[in-house]
């Protein structure tokens, strides 16, 4: 995950473990972000560079201060209850963070908008299946997930403001192996 104060953040390995920071100017500085292996998947810098948020604890979307490492839930799950908050992203002008959770359905997850400054959470999919990948364009005006709505992992895009005017971009072999995904 790119950063606009010219780091990256990665993980040495696969699934939970410690964020690191590399910074791009420096390249034999490599730092631990959190000490904790409790960190899924990719994390999101905000447009600033000046936090990330991520999947944190198995169900939480957290925001971390790059320069403190300070950290707090900004979207708790509930992992006694299987509700699981994942896959988060700032958007472009950091108003907003995308994720995909099971909040609703605890089969299926959603794609669903959380505004920062009001702490409303808008529920944008409501498909039979699994939407997870949010991602948002450059402009902020789509997001793009995946679905297995056809039976087969596919690309979509929808308005990021309301959910609406959901489109299938790819067309995969359906009820096959073959898919898109994240």
């Known amino acids: 995950s790119w950063a606009s104060k010219y780091k990256i953040a990665f993980f040495p390995k696969y699934g939970f473990q410690v964020i690191y920071l590399f910074d791009l100017f420096n390249p034999s500085v490599k730092e ?33 201060d790059i320069a403190t490492r300070d950290y707090i839930t900004i979207i708790p799950g509930d992992k006694n209850n299987g509700i699981y908050n994942m896959e988060p992203e700032f958007s472009p002008d950091g108003k907003n963070i995308v994720f995909s959770s099971n909040m609703y359905e605890k089969v299926n997850r ?34 793009f997930f995946v679905s ?35």
């Open 32 to 64: 631990k972000l959190i000490e904790e292996y409790t960190v899924h998947k990719t994390p999101s810098f905000s447009p600033d560079g000046n936090s990330l948020i991520c999947y944190f604890n198995n169900q939480d979307i957290t925001q971390i």
């Open 110 to 143: 959603d794609i669903y908008l959380y505004d920062i400054n009001s702490k409303n959470i808008q529920r944008l999919t409501t498909l039979d299946s699994i939407e997870s990948s949010p991602h948002f364009s450059k402009d902020a005006l789509k997001i």
């Open 148 to 182: 297995n709505f056809d039976g087969t992992y596919q690309i979509y895009s929808m308005n990021s403001n309301d959910g609406y005017e959901q489109k299938q971009l790819t067309f995969g072999p359906k009820n096959h192996n073959f898919g898109y995904y994240e």
